[in-house]
């Protein structure tokens, strides 16, 4: 309903059962990890949620048709946009805190150094230096780590690329050329999709042929979930701006008027950064 100049959603029944969808989600993959068993409930949870967020973002696409939202209201979507990234740059700190604390404290600590040197006395064979290839314990290592001037380098130029055609696509709906915008638009789609095709390639690499696997020490949980979670990210980012090239093609956006296509660039450059992050400090250093 409308209130003033202010557009007050109704009665939504989503987020209740985005809830319900995302805590059977979990539970099933919580019972996948403990017990090996639980796929069929963590997939119906994870149906669950994609149809609560497919059906709710219709309901928000067809109040923005019906020119229900006004200045205000933009004002709040760019605000909770804003702090939506914000919490996954929490999210990725979390863990790029975690990779340096490893290997600036914890490394060295293993290898005797400081005060809380005392694990040479455990392992005495133990070569504290990164990448461990070594584990200590009865951990088996990686044989080896990928090379980052290879696959991790196509991939960045590919993200970097992404970000300049995901620009020019903005520019060109801010100056009113649907059609160029459409075309730019869908390089950044197929740019996407090379650089999920690729990650897998070398997720195979990696297991088949490095030993780097989530089992491998601390350096294959790290480097996995790094990358994996980057990787989920960029799956979810390029669904998001294919369904921004449909709404492009149905004409949803005008010049004055696209913080959908806004935000979703939002997301694309934030991730592109990420990968920035890792591929420096996972693959270089």
């Known amino acids: 309903m409308m209130s003033g100049s202010y557009y007050v959603p109704a009665s939504s029944k989503w987020p209740a059962l985005g809830s319900l969808a995302v805590g059977v989600m ?34 928000v696409v067809r109040e923005s048709r019906q020119g229900l939202y ?3 209201m933009d004002r709040s979507f760019r605000w909770g946009m804003g702090w ?18 490893v290997r600036t404290f914890a490394v060295p600590w293993l290898g005797g150094e400081g005060e809380k040197g005392v694990a040479a006395l455990l392992w005495p064979e133990f070569t504290a230096h990164w990448p461990l290839l070594n584990p200590p314990g009865d951990v088996a290592g990686p044989r080896e780590v990928l090379s980052p001037w290879q696959l991790p ?9 992404s970000s300049i055609t995901l620009t020019v696509a903005h520019e060109a709906l801010k100056e009113g050329y ?24 070398e997720y ?64 694309w450059h934030f991730v592109d950064v990420v990968w920035i992050g890792l591929f420096l400090f996972v693959y270089v250093f």
């Open 84 to 101: 939506f990234i914000f919490s996954e740059v929490m999210f990725f700190a979390a863990f790029f805190g975690a990779l340096f604390y």
């Open 153 to 161: 380098l196509v991939n960045t130029l590919i993200l970097v690329s």
């Open 178 to 201: 649907r059609a160029t915008c459409r075309n730019w638009l869908a390089g950044t789609v197929l740019l996407g999709l090379c650089f999920i095709v690729i990650q897998g390639v």
């Open 204 to 267: 195979y690499e990696a297991y088949a042929h490095y030993g780097i696997t989530l089992e491998a020490g601390i350096y294959g949980a790290t480097f996995f979930i790094l990358t994996g979670f980057h990787g989920l990210h960029v799956i979810i980012g390029t669904v998001i701006l294919a369904t921004m090239l449909a709404r492009i093609h149905r004409q949803h956006f005008s010049p004055d008027h696209h913080f959908g296509f806004e935000a979703s660039a939002w997301y």
């Open 70 to 72: 006004d200045a205000q």
């Open 26 to 59: 979990m539970v099933g993959a919580g019972m996948l990890l403990v017990h090996g068993s639980g796929s069929p409930i963590m997939a119906i949870g994870l149906a669950g949620v994609l149809a609560v967020m497919a059906l709710w973002f219709r309901d």
